[in-house]
């Protein structure tokens, strides 16, 4: 898959901007605050739904504007799909493809990117939520109607929340509470089918992982993943640091009850159902829900010991680096619209030579690789193919190194 064009209207710092991208390597070069990163956001919205930095969509939009626009023309071969968004900064957005309304959730079907930037390193260094926004981004990537799923899982979420605290606000207790059995009904619908994509996604992303972390560190440190589960008894959302395997921070067992290959869908439901009940009375207490997916922890080790809390500075970013070239080539593997777009936002600065080289190696054969810097010689030659200079939101040159 190939970005051909990316066109923006009103879009972060730029009023109007165009720009023409080849097939290889395509380097957006500026100072820091100039714009480079907003068109690799541009570009990785359509696939993500989102922004790598920002988690609403109204920071998108130029000040003074009511919506944004974002236009990006993709080749598949000898096939070409125009795909345009606009971000409202209030309401819901807007999507076309080839000039025909569409749901904006069907916008990932058609643009598959993965986006690695300098804030990833929160996805192994930060709390829960960052590895589950990670885990979930790539299933909808995988598998489109995910978004959907994950939407309503929120929404039943927010319900059941608000029935919750209701019933703490007047003191309602057990049986008398009858309303809620239809939400966990359907939270424990939806929940499973959230868990058992994670776990199968866990389980998928394991071997490119290894692979991926021993091309980058140039050793091998045994990384692995798996995930943490608020129905098996763990309490991720809680606990201050993800623990070693086999212990939880209060020093007893850790038991996450479900593994990816037994993962079925009756035994994860059963231990819903289960642990919702054991966490009724909590419930009921602190009025929110403290069972299901929205709670759980994707735990990342490396030498048998969690990344958080234990690994280096140089083992945290080979990991979250290795997260996302894991994802390209379980995407690359699997999709029918050939390699993803891989971007990656200003992250040369931040690594050593060695690193860099080592990087540099394991993307040049990708269809497209987009890569942002602040500096251009931090940009190892092989991936300097084509150069586009960006000045105070403004396209100022583009041209090809001799």
């Known amino acids: 898959m190939i970005v051909e064009q990316l066109s923006l209207v009103d879009f972060r710092n730029y009023a109007v901007a165009d720009v023409a991208l080849a097939p290889g390597a395509n380097v957006f070069v500026g100072r820091n605050g100039q714009g480079k990163t907003n068109l690799a956001e541009a570009i990785g919205f359509f696939a993500m739904l989102g922004s790598h930095r920002v988690s609403q969509d109204a920071p998108m939009v130029r000040d ?80 489109p109607r995910m978004a959907g799923v994950l939407a309503d899982y929120d929404r039943v979420l927010k319900q059941r929340n608000a029935l919750l605290k209701s019933a703490r606000a007047r003191g309602i207790r057990g049986d008398a509470l009858s309303t809620l059995e239809v939400w966990d009904d359907k939270l424990v619908q ?58 939880n921070p209060a020093g007893g067992a850790q038991d996450a009850g479900i593994r990816p290959a037994r993962a079925g869908r009756e035994e994860v439901q059963a231990q819903f159902r289960a642990a919702l009940g054991a966490k009724r009375a909590s419930e009921l207490d602190r009025g929110i829900t403290l069972v299901g997916p929205h709670r759980d922890d994707l735990v990342l080790r490396v030498r048998g010991l969690p990344v ?86 403004a396209i100022v040159t583009e041209g090809r190194d001799a």
């Open 64 to 143: 003074g504007a009511d919506a944004a626009i974002v236009r990006m023309r993709l080749a598949y071969g000898e096939r070409r799909v125009q795909l345009e968004a606009q971000l409202n900064r209030t309401g819901s957005n807007k999507a076309r493809v080839n000039g025909s309304p569409v749901k904006t959730a069907e916008l990932p079907r058609y643009a598959q990117v993965v986006l690695f930037a300098p804030e990833d390193l929160q996805i192994v260094r930060s709390d829960p939520s960052a590895r589950r926004r990670f885990a979930d981004q790539l299933l909808i990537q995988r598998a």
């Open 190 to 247: 939806l929940g499973t089918e959230v868990i058992r994509a994670r776990l199968a996604l866990a389980d998928d992303l394991t071997a490119p992982l290894t692979d991926a972390y021993a091309a980058i560190a140039g050793a091998d440190h045994r990384p692995e993943l798996e995930w943490m589960l608020s129905i098996g008894g763990s309490d991720p959302e809680d606990d201050a640091d993800a623990a070693p395997r086999g212990e």
């Open 308 to 393: 958080k809390g234990y690994a280096s500075h140089g083992e945290s970013w080979s990991v979250a680096l290795a997260l996302r070239l894991a994802s390209a080539e379980l995407l690359r593997a699997q999709s029918q619209l050939g390699d993803p777009v891989l971007i990656l936002d200003d992250v040369f600065a931040e690594l050593d030579a060695d690193r860099r080289a080592r990087l540099a190696a394991l993307v040049e054969g990708y269809e497209q690789v987009v890569v942002t810097a602040a500096v251009e010689d931090d940009v190892p030659s092989a991936l300097r193919a084509r150069t586009v200079r960006v000045v105070a939101g």
